[in-house]
């Protein structure tokens, strides 16, 4: 527990910019110490998931971020995998509150919980603490991303007489598409410096087969 709780305040940090990204107010707790966390959820008598678990706004755009608290083996010491009754339970949370739904597991997804994730559809989306190490927005490693809209996307086809799936691919669940949520079939330009690079987001190696 100790290790979870020393990662929380970095986690809420990048996913604060990540949510600020995205248009939607920042996350409460995202300059809270895990002191402050740990003692504001014990004196409400809820978990710390409950507690970090809030409904955001973005105009009239409504995100429901539920996130979900590792389970410990106490044997092992150390936290087991999210399971497939955890993470149901986080998208119900949020299913008639809101319009989409993030939801971010601190253990990595159990085989269950990996076949549910795949049927949640694109008003669902999974990240890991794993995932909100670093902010891949303004990264200096991170070349500059950006989507195409579908009228853009339309006319990139039409002027250089191809078709988005003959571009080489992006993954559905590559790092920088998980940050901008962007979903398959997505034309993304790179700007690198030999210029600017176009790839197409496809779904991931176990969706595809």
């Known amino acids: 527990m ?32 895990s002191i402050e966390i740990l003692e504001e959820a ?3 008598s809820i978990s710390i998931g409950t507690l970090l678990s809030v409904l955001l706004a973005a105009g009239s755009s409504t995100l429901g971020l539920a996130w979900v608290d590792p389970v410990f083996d106490a044997a092992k010491g150390r936290e087991v995998m999210t399971s497939a009754y955890q993470l149901k339970n986080a998208i119900d949370k949020f299913t008639t509150k809101a319009e989409s739904t993030l939801i971010v597991c601190y253990a990595k997804l159990s085989p269950d919980a990996q076949r549910m994730s795949q049927s949640v559809g694109n008003k669902v989306q999974l ?8 902010s891949l927005k303004d ?16 006319e990139f086809e039409r002027a250089r007489n191809i078709k988005r799936s003959q571009l080489p691919m992006l993954r559905v669940n590559d790092p920088i598409v998980a940050w901008n949520n962007w979903q398959v079939g997505t034309i993304v330009r790179i700007e690198r410096p030999q210029g600017p690079f176009w790839r197409v987001v496809r779904p991931s190696d176990k969706e595809s087969k």
């Open 42 to 44: 014990h004196a409400k």
């Open 139 to 154: 990264h200096v490693l991170v070349p500059r991303h950006t989507a195409l809209t579908e009228e853009q996307a339309a």
């Open 127 to 134: 990240m890991t603490c794993q995932s909100l190490a670093v």
């Open 2 to 33: 100790d290790v979870y709780l020393s990662r929380l305040p970095h986690c809420l940090q990048v996913l604060d910019m990540l949510l600020k990204s995205r248009g939607y107010r920042g996350h409460p707790y995202a300059n809270k110490t």
